[in-house]
């Protein structure tokens, strides 16, 4: 993830999405680097960087769909699109949305993941 090409997967392209973006990348690191250092298989650990790449891309639509959240800091609005869960996927079906529950709740009780 490093330099910009790292935010992708977050940003459709306008530039109002880089200071969010670059504040998940901050919240997301650790837990993927925890990730990477853990004796879980490496499909698993493919699984759940792609599930964080899918909600850093549901958090970047949410912004757009409710631009009143570009106010709230962004590790309030992750924590809470994770409270329960992952937020409803764009696209997927239910097996995608069992895994990306799965990883946003892996997330969410990851130390310090997000401030509450």
């Not at 997301?28 to 879980?40: I, K, V």
């Not at 912004?63 to 994770?82: A, Y």
């Not at 409270?83 to 997330?107: V, W």
Request: net charge negative.
């Amino acid at each position: 993830m490093p330099g910009s090409g790292g935010l992708a997967p977050f940003v459709d392209g306008t530039e109002k999405d880089l200071p969010p973006g670059e504040q998940l990348l901050v919240l997301f690191r650790p837990f993927l680097e925890s990730l990477a250092a853990s004796d879980l298989s490496p499909n698993t650990i493919q699984k759940h960087v792609d599930n964080v790449w899918a909600l850093g891309g549901e958090f970047i639509r949410d912004l757009h769909n409710d631009p009143s959240l570009r106010k709230k800091p962004v590790d309030r609005v992750l924590s809470q699109m994770i409270e329960y869960g992952g937020p409803l996927l764009y696209h997927g079906g239910e097996d995608q949305q069992r895994s990306f529950d799965s990883t946003c709740n892996k997330l969410r009780r990851f130390p310090n993941a997000t401030a509450r």
